[in-house]
């Protein structure tokens, strides 16, 4: 089953919203209370993540009070006083890693605050995050995401503090900073009110298991390309029967791997 949630529309009663479950591609109407979603970002160098979580979809976001983002600073929890939070591997090797202390008197100070949903570390060897675990995250309340560097985490954070593991892919990154904006980001623009067309989102790749067709504006003729008259038709079931054979050709080119997981309908 995946589920979703994606609406901006007001309604009579003042800090109410209606928000649209999305189970399965259908979508369901729910009147609720207005929430906000809160992520703290745990990591060695914030200054990596602050712009991208201030402008965009992501800070408008914020400004809108839907989502609240917070930026902890590992040094600032070390418990020495040049602020190293690292130090060198038990068995040798090149590189550092992150002592225990700095995570957990940071992410047991804020579990002491209120109640998360998940503690997600980013790292290579995680869970490969996709379009459907982005869906799932933004129906979370509270959320951790642990930005390592170095080396990684001391495996022990990862045994006790540790809920989840994410990877956005088959590569290495300086830091986990990165990593946590594009977790940010995927989430942040699925929740109420965060885009200015709420259908924008479950038109996107990946949310119904395909690639997205193409997509073309004005004009309708460049360098003597011309936009598929179907699009322009008005003939609206045409133009979804187009766009969803589009979308099937495009990723059965690009992506068959993606054609194993579609439902048997489809």
């Known amino acids: 089953m995946v589920i979703t949630r994606a609406a901006n529309i007001p309604v009579a009663s003042e800090g109410q919203c209606t928000v649209t479950l999305f189970v399965n591609g259908r979508g369901f109407p729910w009147l609720c209370e207005e929430f906000a979603m809160r992520i703290d970002i745990v990591c060695p160098l914030p200054a990596a993540i602050?712009?991208?979580?201030?402008?965009?979809?992501?800070?408008r976001g914020r400004e809108r009070g839907l989502v609240e983002i917070v930026l902890h600073n590992l040094h600032?929890?070390?418990?020495?006083?040049?602020?190293?939070?690292?130090?060198?591997?038990?068995?040798?090797?090149?590189g550092m890693v992150i002592r225990c202390e700095p995570v957990f008197a940071c992410i047991e100070s804020l579990q002491r605050e209120r109640s998360y949903d998940e503690v997600i570390y980013l790292t290579p060897d995680g869970e490969r995050f996709t379009q459907a675990v982005a869906?799932?995250?933004?129906?979370?309340?509270n959320l951790i995401l642990l930005a390592g560097r170095y080396k990684g985490v001391d495996q022990r954070v990862r045994d006790l503090l540790v809920t989840r593991e994410l990877s956005i892919g088959?590569?290495?990154?300086?830091?986990?900073?990165?990593?946590?904006?594009?977790i940010v980001d995927a989430i942040v623009r699925l929740l109420p009110g965060a885009m200015s067309d709420a259908e924008s989102a479950l038109d996107d790749s990946f949310q119904?298991?395909?690639?997205?067709?193409?997509?073309?504006?004005?004009?309708?003729?460049?360098?003597?390309?011309?936009?598929?008259?179907?699009?322009?038709?008005?003939?609206?079931?045409?133009?979804r029967r187009w766009r969803y054979e589009q979308a099937l050709a495009r990723t059965k080119e690009r992506r068959p791997d993606l054609l194993n997981s579609l439902p048997s309908e489809q």
């Open 170 to 182: 088959d590569y290495v990154l300086s830091g986990g900073e990165l990593a946590a904006a594009v």
């Open 50 to 59: 602050e712009s991208c979580i201030s402008t965009g979809i992501v800070g």
């Open 208 to 239: 119904d298991g395909l690639l997205s067709a193409p997509v073309y504006t004005r004009p309708a003729v460049f360098r003597g390309m011309e936009v598929p008259p179907i699009l322009r038709s008005g003939d609206h079931a045409a133009i």
């Open 135 to 141: 869906n799932e995250l933004s129906l979370a309340q």
């Open 76 to 94: 600032d929890f070390a418990d020495n006083r040049y602020g190293h939070i690292d130090d060198e591997p038990y068995g040798g090797g090149a």
